[in-house]
Nanobody, 115 residues
Framework: QVQLVESGGGLVQAGGSLRLSCAAS????????MGWYRQAPGKQRELVAA???????NYAASVKGRFTISRDNAKNTVYLQMNSLKPDDTAVYYC?????????WGQGTQVTVSS
C-alpha cells in the first residue's frame, strides 16, 4: 500500500520558518491531490493547503500569504513552506494524498512555535 513519510517538523520561534516534506512510497500510481492538514490539542483537524496535479491550490485563510504548497510529481513529494510562523500555528501537521477512491495519511509531524 501507499505510505506517506513526513519530515521537517520541529521547534521554532515566532517569525521563523520551517519547511515540511512528505514523500509517497509503495504502489504509487497517479495521485490527484496532495496536501496538508493540522490539528491542535482540543481542536478539529483543519485543511491547511492542498494542490491538484493541475497546479490549482487551496489555502486556509489563516495561512494564506504565509504558507506555500508545492509538489514534485516525479518524486511523489509535497512540500509546505511555512514563513512568519505564529504560536497559533502550533499543531500536528498531517500529510494527505488522494486518488479516486483512496485516501492516505501520514503519521503527523509536530510543529511548535514559541513566542
Amino acid at each position: 500500500q501507499v505510505q506517506l513519510v513526513e519530515s521537517g517538523g520541529g521547534l521554532v520561534q515566532a517569525g521563523g520558518s520551517l519547511r515540511l516534506s512528505c514523500a509517497a512510497s509503495g504502489s504509487v500510481f497517479s495521485i490527484n491531490v496532495m496536501g496538508w492538514y493540522r490539528q491542535a490539542p482540543g481542536k478539529q483537524r483543519e485543511l491547511v493547503a492542498a494542490m491538484l496535479n493541475s497546479g490549482t491550490t487551496n489555502y486556509a485563510a489563516s495561512v494564506k500569504g504565509r504558507f506555500t504548497i508545492s509538489r514534485d510529481n516525479a518524486k511523489n513529494t509535497v512540500y509546505l513552506q511555512m514563513n512568519s510562523l505564529k504560536p497559533d500555528d502550533t499543531a500536528v501537521y498531517y500529510c494527505n494524498a488522494h486518488h479516486v477512491t483512496e485516501t492516505w495519511w501520514g503519521q503527523g509531524t509536530q510543529v511548535t512555535v514559541s513566542s
